[in-house]
């Protein structure tokens, strides 16, 4: 059968392709794409060749990087089902973790999850991604009526807003340079929305929370942690959301870190239990289907933060714009439009 992927042949290079896929082994589901959400911060890390990208201790050979396909938030239809699979069966609605911007994926059983039948394959298509966040509110153990800030409004930074509104957060402030970014905010849930460049930042999240309790830090910027840390209140804690891949900064950890109390929390999402979740710490499985369930029950809306859908033939110029876009959109790929 002849399958179409997306994938990154060079640095800055995104290409359509084509290649064959076989049928699934057992404890195998083969899904056909409808939809794929591009995770742009770590994929133009990928991109562009940033040899950060692992979180391996040894950092990876770049001269053996490429080719390399990512796209690891998607919904689709299964197609079929390997030996011992239940749970899905062939025509199901599903969404996919860790796969491929791909017309045909391939997955582990354990990466499919199954769609109610109100969630659509945008919200489908989010359901990976939008688990990232929520781990991260977990491992702050936030308690109902206590502030929030969120650092940096990119899709991770809009879904925690949404998420810490349902959590009981009050007041949550989010952060961003841009003023639609800001403004969007505040339609999602945000009680205010601040520019973290303005001077008297510090000074006005004190003024409306005596002190931050619990800080999801997702611009992955050094300069951002250290701002951030000036507004927590005595045993804050930070999550860790944002891929800080670059260690050219320095934090007084005495006075802001040590001295307050202050937790923080590496909130990468694979940092998570593999089979069992208990309190703050869940599976990626059990995430899913808890953002499900919020999305089909009408508390959650994911599917409204998508503000591009493009053909996966248009990938080239999608990721081309990637690569320089410091404001980058929230965008889908609609794999129905190749057939």
Aim: hydrophobic share 40%; aromatic share 6%; with cysteine.
């Amino acid at each position: 059968m002849t399958n179409r992927h997306i994938t990154f042949t060079a640095p800055g290079i995104a290409e359509l392709q084509t290649a064959e896929i076989g049928m699934p082994r057992a404890g195998e589901v083969l899904v056909k794409t409808v939809c794929s959400t591009v995770s742009s911060g770590t994929e133009r890390a990928n991109l562009a060749g940033n040899p950060n990208v692992s979180t391996a201790r040894t950092l990876p050979d770049m001269t053996k990087y490429y080719p390399r396909r990512l796209g690891y938030s998607s919904a689709g239809i299964v197609e079929a089902v390997g030996e011992g699979v239940t749970g899905v069966k062939v025509g199901d609605r599903v969404a996919v973790s860790w796969g491929t911007h791909s017309l045909y994926q391939i997955r582990d059983v354990n990466n499919v999850h199954r769609l109610p039948d109100n969630v659509s394959f945008s919200d489908g298509a989010l359901g990976l991604i939008g688990i990232f966040p929520l781990a991260a509110i977990r491992k702050t153990r936030l308690e109902i009526g206590e502030s929030a800030i969120v650092m940096g409004q990119g899709v991770l930074g809009q879904v925690a807003v949404q998420l810490l509104r349902l959590a009981g957060a009050v007041p949550i402030i989010a952060v961003d340079p841009s003023p639609v970014k800001r403004e969007r905010a505040l339609t999602l849930g945000a009680d205010y929305a601040l520019d973290p460049f303005a001077p008297d930042f510090v000074d006005t999240v004190h003024r409306l929370t005596g002190g931050v309790k619990a800080t999801i830090e997702v611009t992955g910027n050094g300069t951002a942690l250290d701002q951030v840390l000036d507004c927590m209140a005595r045993f804050g804690r930070v999550a860790l959301l944002g891929c800080t891949r670059e260690s050219d900064f320095t934090i007084d950890y005495y006075r802001k870190v040590h001295g307050p109390g202050i937790t923080l929390i590496g909130a990468h999402t694979l940092a998570r239990p593999d089979t069992e979740s208990h309190p703050g710490w869940w599976t990626t499985r059990d995430d899913i289907a808890a953002l499900l369930k919020l999305t089909s029950m009408g508390r959650l809306h994911m599917a409204d933060l998508v503000e591009e859908v493009h053909s996966p033939a248009e990938a080239a110029e999608v990721y081309a714009r990637l690569m320089v876009e410091k404001v980058f959109p929230v965008v889908q790929f609609d794999w129905t439009k190749l057939d």
